[in-house]
């Protein structure tokens, strides 16, 4: 009887696909991916402008829909609105179930999230004063921080940090998710059809309905949260913007979940929590990393980085994410403490807050998503802002790494002069 041939490539047992599957879970893997990607298209369009420029320029999709789309705009609106949707769940769980709850304990995120748009923004506008109209729509470009690129470097520099600054950073880059999703919506929609967005938003509250009543099938709610996708697309506003519509509307408590899935005992976790899971391997695996594959292909030469560099556009997104975050963050948490007599968490310095301000200033996918609806893809000001936001997320990943690289071995210090003591003591 022949032996059978071995395959290379062959399914993967339940065992290794559920340990790849929370391999991509992981802060660092999902950071790595996103660098990985944005490597790849650096050298792609670099090495063969011409081929990456024709395959980011491929339309795909049925014309009679209007999802004629080039592959650079699905991976844009469509494959980007999967990582909004898990930003959505990610809100949910905070406003009814994490640090956004307590209205106490959210005032320091939530300022600090607000500081650290403003400044940046602010920045932005001081350096582009003079110049031609339509280049002040790009203030919002350093205002966001990249979730995945910030908790990576913390993950990575930060191992002996205290947990009540990761949850500090964890909600602040929420908060920040949300007010970038709010200013793409009210800010970068020039024209709406509201016939294509009430179609949209009567497909989120089907969604919502039937997700109440347990049909959680995901046979059913996939292709009904594709339908809410196409209808905001259609509409004028920006498609992301039905993933985090999506998100918002699962039940993120124990407890809805028992009532919405008519268990009669209350489960370990909220449907929120499980759809978290389920879909962020695909959001830190697929959709960030092709997302930053079209958006971050830009030819690179000492001539161009000088012509970036030289334009207003460059120099204002630059100085908003290395300065403006840090001072904006670290100046609204300062100022929140200093008027309503709050304290720190103990163990923690400002010197603390300082390095996740810098941490802040890592501003990649959504950074990125507002340059293009800012100025348009491949306008010249598009390109510079994709130079800036590339240098300027690497120098903030470099500085916020050392600074919290410091942090971390001074608390690793007290944490070891503290056993110390306790084993004196007994």
């Known amino acids: 009887m022949p032996t059978p041939a071995r395959r290379l490539f062959a399914a993967l047992s339940p065992g290794a696909e559920r340990n790849l599957l929370d391999t991509l879970r992981g802060e660092r893997v999902g950071g790595s991916l996103l660098l990985a990607g944005t490597v790849v298209a650096l050298l792609w369009a670099n090495l063969a402008p011409a081929s990456y420029t024709a395959v980011s320029d491929t339309v795909v999709g049925p014309a009679a829909l209007h999802l004629d789309l080039t592959l650079a705009t699905w991976a844009t609106d469509g494959l980007l609105a999967i990582f909004f949707f898990v930003v959505g769940l990610e809100l949910k769980r905070e406003i009814v179930a994490g640090e956004l709850r307590n209205p106490r304990t959210a005032v320091v995120p939530i300022v600090a999230a607000v500081g650290g748009m403003l400044v940046p923004a602010a920045l932005y506008l001081a350096v582009?004063?003079?110049?031609?109209?339509?280049?002040?729509?790009?203030?919002?470009?350093?205002?966001?921080?990249?979730?995945?690129?910030?908790?990576?470097?913390?993950?990575?520099?930060?191992?002996?940090?205290?947990?009540?600054?990761?949850?500090?950073?964890?909600?602040?880059?929420?908060?920040?998710?949300?007010?970038?999703?709010?200013?793409?919506?009210?800010?970068?929609?020039?024209?709406?059809?509201?016939?294509?967005?009430?179609?949209g938003a009567a497909t989120v509250v089907v969604f919502a309905l039937l997700v109440r009543r347990g049909w959680v099938s995901g046979w059913l709610l996939v292709p009904l949260g594709v339908v809410a996708w196409a209808a905001v697309h259609a509409s004028g506003v920006h498609a992301t913007i039905a993933g985090v519509a999506l998100g918002l509307v699962v039940p993120a408590t124990p407890e809805a979940t028992r009532r919405a899935l008519r268990l009669d005992t209350l489960p370990a976790e909220s449907l929120a929590e499980r759809w978290e899971h389920l879909w962020r391997p695909v959001s830190a695996g697929i959709a960030v990393p092709v997302f930053a594959l079209f958006a971050a292909g830009v030819t690179l030469s000492v001539g161009t980085l000088s012509t970036a560099f030289a334009d207003p556009v460059a120099q204002g997104v630059a100085l908003g994410l290395v300065v403006g975050k840090p001072l904006g963050i670290l100046g609204a948490t300062w100022l929140v403490a200093r008027f309503t007599r709050a304290a720190l968490a103990p163990g923690l310095g400002w010197a603390d807050v300082g390095a996740v301000g810098l941490v802040g200033g890592i501003g990649f996918t959504v950074?990125?998503?507002?340059?293009?609806?800012?100025?348009?893809?491949?306008?010249?000001?598009?390109?510079?802002?994709?130079?800036?936001?590339?240098?300027?997320?690497?120098?903030?990943?470099?500085?916020?790494?050392?600074?919290?690289?410091?942090r971390d071995r001074h608390h690793a210090h007290v944490a070891a002069r503290a056993s110390r003591d306790t084993d004196r003591t007994g």
């Open 367 to 406: 950074s990125l998503l507002v340059g293009e609806l800012a100025f348009g893809a491949g306008s010249p000001h598009d390109e510079h802002v994709v130079v800036a936001v590339l240098v300027a997320s690497l120098v903030a990943a470099v500085l916020g790494g050392v600074a919290l690289y410091q």
């Open 128 to 199: 582009n004063l003079t110049s031609p109209d339509g280049v002040a729509r790009g203030w919002a470009v350093p205002t966001a921080t990249d979730i995945a690129f910030a908790v990576a470097v913390l993950a990575i520099a930060g191992r002996s940090l205290p947990n009540a600054l990761r949850a500090f950073l964890l909600t602040l880059a929420v908060v920040d998710d949300l007010l970038a999703i709010i200013v793409i919506g009210a800010v970068y929609t020039e024209s709406v059809s509201a016939l294509w967005l009430a179609a």
